[in-house]
């Protein structure tokens, strides 16, 4: 059976620590339209969480790269490879395609 995370008591209250400012969640939130006017309590730290998994996912796959290519330092071209190699990772191809 699945472990309960940190995050897993949102209904009852507890939201655990975070590891984005859920102020500058929020501001993103708002500036992404017009139609967007309120933004319930619970959102931002939904997205806090949201936003920490894919950056912890990117960097697992950029590492594993880093390993192979028989490096310490995680590097740009590692992001890149990790991008281009997972499907995933499909909506970002255009962001690292023209950085090389």
Not at 18 to 42: D, Y
Not at 58 to 68: D, E, G, V
Request: charged letters at 25%; one cysteine or more; a positive charge.
């Amino acid at each position: 059976m699945r472990q309960a995370g940190t995050y897993s008591g949102i209904g009852s209250g507890k939201t655990g620590p975070h590891l984005l400012p859920l102020a500058r969640i929020k501001k993103i939130m708002k500036r992404s339209g017009e139609e967007v006017k309120m933004i319930s309590g619970e959102s931002p730290i939904v997205f806090s969480k949201a936003c920490e998994l894919f950056i912890k996912e990117l960097t697992q796959r950029s590492w594993m790269l880093t390993i192979k290519g028989k490096t310490r330092t995680l590097s740009k071209q590692d992001v890149a490879s990790a991008v281009m190699a997972t499907d995933l990772f499909d909506f970002l191809l255009n962001l690292v395609s023209d950085s090389d």
